[in-house]
């Protein structure tokens, strides 16, 4: 059992973060916010498979307008990231943005930091406070001392700039493509302050390099009680961050949602593709939200038997296999039917949509 930091509790939209909330699955955008259409196409694609809380670039004041319309369109938190231009912000928060991504060091003279905390404060907007071990101050990037001290270094200068504002709608994160670097700044700044932190590992990488990283560094510090909030930072379409982010708080018996897959490393017993069978299963069960186990075996020794505190299951054979279900066998099939008979048995048991990938174009209802 992990025993979570106590941190102060803020909300975003409709979702807490902090506190005894659940740690919550971020993803971003990566269309030109601008463009409305598939801004708010990929946000309900992101919401879909899970995501509960979503970042958009603003760039610009084009950018910042579109907020107004998307806010109209969806209905999940969004966070405007801004950098540099304290109108932008203003901007955002009178056009419904429900949460900042700003430094408030880096948007000018000290009047202009008032004018967007003032308006944040009204209408309850948070600030999260994203140092980047790439981009700090360069008097701070100078110094003699561990990078991890120069990120929380940098954090703890935005923090008292908003401190002095009496701002305290707060969320820190401490990223850098460094594992250690990250591990270590996330653990001196939970020492330093009860705000909630945003955990994620910048820069980590495509698919698999950026899935060991994040996986290494969120879940050493989520294993510690550190961490509210996350997101798997990866260069691939973003719906893969938000499962991947549910995968790591599962691993750690944190969050429950969506199905919790196992399947064997294959040996000479096994008599099917069952590499292929795998990556099909997992793919079509992929954004169900409920917490089964389901289980993909390569033989009868390892099927029923080893897998039994399985929900649902396959057991292959020579070329077919066995459906089962909690530990007893349903039927047996032929190896080309085994995926379809086992999403046609969960979907009876739990009606959910599930895409069947055997059947092209086709979704089980």
């Known amino acids: 059992m992990i025993t979570r930091r106590k941190s102060k509790q803020i909300q975003i939209g409709n979702v807490k973060i902090g506190g005894n909330a659940p740690i919550s699955v971020q993803s971003m955008c990566n269309t030109d916010t601008r ?20 970042r958009l670039a603003v760039l610009n004041k084009d950018a910042a307008a579109a907020i107004k319309e998307i806010k109209k369109r969806t209905d999940i938190p969004l966070i405007a990231d801004i950098h540099f231009d304290y109108r932008l912000a203003v901007q955002c928060i009178e056009n419904g943005i429900d949460a ?7 948007i000018g003279r000290k009047e202009n930091v008032k004018k967007v905390v003032d308006l944040a404060k009204i209408n309850k907007v948070p600030v999260r406070i994203g140092i980047n071990a790439g981009s700090l101050e360069k008097n701070i990037a100078a110094l003699e001392i561990p990078l991890h001290e120069k990120m929380v270094m940098s954090a703890m200068e935005h923090v008292k700039i908003l401190e002095d504002n009496n701002f305290d709608l707060i969320k820190i994160s401490l990223k850098s493509s460094s594992v250690p670097a990250t591990i270590d700044a996330y653990r001196l700044m939970a020492q330093k302050v009860d705000y909630p932190l945003h955990l994620g590992v910048t820069e980590s990488g495509t698919l698999k390099s950026g899935l060991v990283k994040s996986s290494v560094g969120l879940g050493t510090l989520l294993s510690e009680g550190i961490g509210d909030t996350i997101r798997v930072s990866l260069t691939e ?8 982010g549910f995968a790591i708080l599962k691993s750690l018996e944190l969050r429950q949602r969506g199905i919790n897959f196992i399947s064997c490393p294959t040996c000479g017993r096994c008599q099917i593709d069952l590499i292929s069978l795998a990556k099909k299963t997992e793919d079509a069960l992929k954004n169900i939200d409920k917490p089964l186990t389901i289980a993909v075996m390569g033989c009868p020794v390892n099927g029923p038997g080893e897998a039994k505190h399985a929900d649902y299951g396959i057991a292959g054979a020579i070329k077919e296999g066995y459906i ?18 086992l999403l046609i048995l969960i979907e009876n048991d739990c009606p959910s949509k599930i895409r069947d990938k055997t059947l092209p174009n086709k979704t089980i209802l």
């Open 324 to 341: 089962f279900k909690k530990g007893e066998i349903i039927k047996k099939v032929p190896e080309n039917e085994l995926l379809k008979e």
């Open 100 to 106: 900042l991504r700003l430094n408030p060091g880096n």
């Open 237 to 244: 379409n973003p719906v893969e961050e938000v499962h991947a």
């Open 35 to 54: 463009d409305i259409e598939k801004t708010v196409a990929q946000i309900n694609e992101l919401q879909n498979a899970g995501c509960e809380i979503v």
